[in-house]
């Protein structure tokens, strides 16, 4: 019958549905994500027909019956999230055609005869659940408010980052990432935590990415000699920025965690997808040395073991275990003597890691500079400090350049709680909205790209988003920075196969990438 699923459809049941959802996580374990893709789209619609969307159509089952519906849709919207995030496409499921409290969690019942272990792990997968779809929330948020329109600015990525301040006050102890870095856990157990953690380090990555990327060509302009005047860096752009290394490094930290325990299983096309995207931003900030990160060679070191690891079972794991180390090898080889990125004026801040301080959220940043409106608003009332609930010291490395703020984390492992105090809502006035460069409160996505690689000498002069690119014959530097990469694939008008430099010891003719027979 699954053979041709669409010969059913006219009289589909909810076991139809479960199989495509079990076909479409099928195919993204063997690395087949387009097909993973249409499957859940047909799971999605087979879902709508049931009514699966509707708190109506429920009343006519029992307890048990409408428990597994229930979570049923609630996967189905999981994967939704994260393969419109992971494949850059429109979004399967709108909220705006579910009833309100399709997606809350069903009431768990203990069963009779069911043994305390079983009933444990279930609530624990219930909870990882429940948490899961929190952070999906939030992904859909940054899907529609960001990457749909293709730009970003403070204001809204403060406004998306007030979900991660509820989602981390809601977290159930139990699912704290520590309890996978101090002590031993049940393998299931380990996993529930592991996929929530990720996936909620990687939502932060996905909404604070664009800003690590926009002060990476910043520094890109100022390395070519393209900007004509310095650039006022905001504060809260340059937290954002250090928020997405610092919930990378998390990310590495915690599946290397995992790989280590023994739980880890070879073929997770979601902890492939958070660990590669991850360390492109660990290798990224090596390249530019935007923050100064003292586990970076550590984190790398244990990215490329992971995806090695996946690579025995997963093609796709093969494959960006390639770019990664590719990555890895040519920051490696770059000379001495060539000149790092960087932006006059700027200090280098350096980033706070679970090896430094075993209880650091990097999530913290995403609250700093809220709490600092709130506190001078306010008339400056006192912020109580986190760090004697925590155990440990919480001096945030953005401490030179804010002055001292509440801390957000998420709840201990053993479950303590405290309360914030003094934090304003997100864009308190319009007036507080910061310039990022140029006059412009935005992020243009389009606009991050126009200087990559260097123009050659015979292209024209251009502005673009209040961003001027100066003369090509200012573009170029006077030692082969980049001559080691090969970046460009022609020699010809200056431009060269350097990224603008020109490296006459480069051969154009050898391809940067070379065949593979992945499709």
Not at 65 to 85: Q, Y
Request: proline share 6%; hydrophobic share 40%.
């Amino acid at each position: 019958m699954l053979a041709d699923p669409v010969s059913g459809f006219e009289d589909a049941d909810f076991w139809s549905v479960q199989a495509l959802l079990l076909t479409s996580l099928y195919m993204l374990a063997v690395s087949k994500r387009n097909a993973a893709y249409v499957y859940h789209g047909m799971a999605v619609r087979s879902a709508f027909a049931l009514g699966l969307h509707r708190e109506e159509s429920m009343v006519i089952f029992n307890e048990t019956e409408i428990r597994v519906r229930k979570n049923i849709w609630r996967t189905l919207f999981i994967l939704d999230r994260f393969l419109s995030a992971c494949l850059g496409r429109p979004m399967g499921i709108s909220h705006d055609d579910c009833s309100q409290n399709a997606l809350k969690p069903p009431t768990l019942n203990t069963r009779p005869g069911d043994s305390l272990l079983n009933h444990e792990t279930e609530a624990i997968n219930s909870i990882a659940l429940n948490s899961t779809v929190q952070t999906c929330h939030i992904i859909g948020l940054t899907l529609k408010m960001v990457y749909s329109k293709r730009r970003i600015s403070t204001l809204v990525a403060q406004e998306i980052a007030e979900h991660f301040k509820q989602w981390n006050r809601e977290l159930h102890p139990t699912l704290h990432w520590g309890r996978i870095l101090t002590r031993a856990v049940d393998p299931a157990h380990g996993i529930a935590i592991l996929h929530t953690n990720l996936l909620h380090f990687h939502s932060v990555i996905l909404l604070t990415r664009p800003f690590f990327l926009c002060l990476l060509t910043r520094a890109q302009e100022y390395h070519f000699g393209s900007g004509d005047k310095p650039h006022r860096l905001s504060q809260r752009m340059d937290g954002f920025a250090q928020t997405c290394v610092e919930s990378s490094q998390h990310t590495l930290v915690l599946a290397k965690a995992a790989l280590d325990a023994n739980y880890l299983p070879q073929c997770n096309p979601f902890v492939i997808h958070f660990v590669f995207a991850a360390a492109l931003v660990i290798l990224s900030n090596e390249f530019a040395s935007l923050y100064h990160n003292p586990d970076a060679d550590m984190a790398v070191t244990s990215a490329i073991q992971i995806l090695r690891f996946c690579a025995d079972e997963d093609a796709q794991a093969e494959r960006v275990s390639f770019i990664v180390e590719t990555f890895h090898q040519a920051n490696i080889n770059r000379p001495a003597t060539a000149r790092r990125l960087f932006i006059p004026g700027r200090k280098v801040p350096t980033i706070n890691t679970v090896s430094q301080n075993a209880h650091y959220d990097p999530v913290l940043h995403l609250f700093h500079h809220e709490e600092h409106i709130a506190a001078t608003v306010g008339g400056g009332g006192q912020m109580k400090n986190r760090t004697a609930a925590m155990g440990g010291s919480m001096v945030s490395p953005m401490s030179s350049m804010m002055p001292p703020v509440t801390l957000q984390q998420q709840p201990s492992p053993e479950g303590s709680s405290v309360s914030l105090s003094g934090i304003g809502p997100a864009g308190i006035t319009s007036g507080s909205m910061e310039t990022l460069s140029g006059g412009e409160s935005e992020i243009d996505f389009d606009t991050l790209w126009n200087n990559w690689p260097a123009p050659s000498t015979s292209a024209a002069s251009v502005s673009a988003g209040g961003m001027p690119i100066a003369p090509p014959t200012t573009m170029q530097p006077t030692d082969n920075n980049f001559g080691s990469y090969a970046i460009g694939g022609s020699s010809s008008g200056g431009g060269g196969g350097t990224g603008g430099g020109g490296n006459p010891n480069v051969n154009v003719n050898v391809p940067l990438y070379p065949p593979s027979s992945f499709r």
